[in-house]
């Protein structure tokens, strides 16, 4: 009998917690147990410095997992991914206006990439530019600080190169649980953005859900125009952002594989795109070693958090909605009511 994602999710929500605790281990999600041939069902996936389920010490091959204390206990087979350390990642390039999606962006500390074009009206008039907090908002506090293009990294300049400030964001919580690393920066000058998506053209809205395996698509500072498929979801991870925060944990994050480098510095805050209809779908934040993982969040979280919608030249985008079958865990899910009650983004003081 293959294990469903739903028996994959029960055994990955009763051991994440304990396995984040061991020296290498870096994330726990879900995924399939074959990648190449999805008829073998789902697994728990870990990502570690280790090779093996044994060197994992307590970790066994396989757990079994039983709905609720009922029915045929299933068989939940381990996937090890070795990764080394997950990094949160801001880099680098060259000025221009207006400024679209996946060009440096930042402050004068650094540099990361603009994620997406949003707007909160019907109107064009409400434009923000979405990207990482980390990327916007370094100090990791409510002060509105410049947003330049490009960042700092790439030689932008206070004054000179500002396009806007600090206007809302998630803060990220070095003793909590983090669920994204989002913020949004208000710009001097609405003609300052361009919604347009860089060798994509127009993006008509985001998606609501995306399924383990989906094909996606992104343009970022460093890596530009690159492809990904969807490893794991439900991913608990934990992701090294150095200096004062360190290490910190996000709950559910959304893990995608690439066959070259996908995540690299300056990509953060780049927004993954599904690749058959160019619906806004994730949010990159961080990245292995290599580059080959991108850590990510659902867009729609961003979008649930802000109030907000993918903007266009004369309006707000579709949400496209994605329906799982209920019984499905496959699929990404929105935040519930619960959940995004305990986000409250902050606004930043006016200057």
Known sequence: MVATFRAALRMKRKIAARLLKKNGIHGVGIGFRDPA???????????????????LGLVPAMFTAKAKGKGTAVPVPIRVVKTG?????????????????GYSVGTTKGSGSAGLIVTNGPEAANRYLLSNNHVLNPDNTNSATETIQPGGADGGRPGKDRIGRLYSYVKLEPNKTNVMDAA?????????????????????????SYRVGEQLKKVGRTTGLVTGRVESIDTDIQIDYGGSLGVLTFKNQTVIRGTTPISLGGDSGSVWLRDSDNYAAAVNFAGSLDGRLSIAFPVCWAMQAFGTKVALAGGAGKVKQVKAARSSRAYVRKLTAKALARIKPKKALKP
């Open 37 to 55: 041939n999805p008829k073998k069902g789902a697994a728990v996936i870990i990502y570690t410095d280790k090779v093996s389920s044994a060197n």
């Open 85 to 101: 350390k997950i990094r949160a990642h801001a880099d680098y390039t060259a000025r221009i206006r207006p400024v679209p999606p």
């Open 184 to 208: 949004l920066s208000v710009p001097a000058n609405n003609r300052l953005l361009n919604p347009n998506y860089p060798t994509v053209g127009v993006i008509p809205g985001y998606v609501t």
